[in-house]
């Protein structure tokens, strides 16, 4: 079966997730993680786009973030892997592909999924068992959003904004927030939909995104077709 092309959405929040070859690690040591966040630092302005969370893991990455165009994320991602690839080959001694084959990615419903996904993202060292608390692992955008940190790589989304009026407020809630540990159904829709490279919100509220997309945003449901019922008049 074909595959479909990417679903992407100019102004709305992309969850991406880019695997290291056979699961291998795509950072060995802290000086790998360090300059992928300067390359991403750096990168993300000049392709138009914008960084709300992330995190390094040791053989995959997560980033949260929304493109000026169609064709921001991939030429980023594009970008991105030239340049940190060239300069992990070259550092490790090592020739060939780092990468998984293709990133994967989701449109993300700002209102109901954005915050919910940023904790998703941030959580998976936890999930993992690197660390007890988020703020404890140094390479996610956790630390920016609770304030102990400025981090060059991320820009705040407005429903992040939107937790408070000063920044203690905002990080304050986020706090709390991150603290609750996300619903099940959630946390399976955010994997579910990254995988497949599904629209992650409200079926109603992705109509016209699929339809300016030019395909499916959501999978068919598999069964037979209700049948209907007396219609009203």
Known sequence: MARLPRLTAPGFPHHLIQRGNNRQPIFVDE??????????AALAP?????????????????????????????RFMQALGRR??????????????????????????????????????ELNPVRAGLV????????????????????????????????????????LAYRRLVEQALPTGELEAIRSATQHGWALGDPRAMEDLAAKAGRRAFPIRRGRPRKRGPVDR
Do not use: K
């Not at 993680?33 to 991403?40: A, E, G, T, W």
């Not at 820009?155 to 904004?161: F, K, N």
């Open 132 to 171: 007890d608390e988020p703020a404890a692992y140094r390479w996610s955008s956790h630390r920016h959003q609770l304030g102990l940190i400025a981090d060059a790589a991320v820009s705040e989304h407005g429903v992040y904004w939107s937790l408070g009026n000063t920044p203690f407020e905002r990080q």
């Open 46 to 74: 000049l392709h138009g786009l914008a960084i709300h969370a992330y995190v390094l893991m040791p053989n995959h990455v997560h980033l949260l973030a929304t493109p000026a165009e169609s064709a921001t994320l991939a």
């Open 84 to 121: 940190y690839v060239r300069w992990f080959n070259a550092r490790h001694r090592r020739t060939g592909t780092l990468w998984e084959g293709r990133y994967r990615s989701t449109v993300v419903d700002t209102e109901r999924y954005l915050l919910a996904c940023m904790r998703y993202i």
């Open 31 to 40: 000086a790998d993680c360090v300059r992928f966040l300067d390359d991403l």
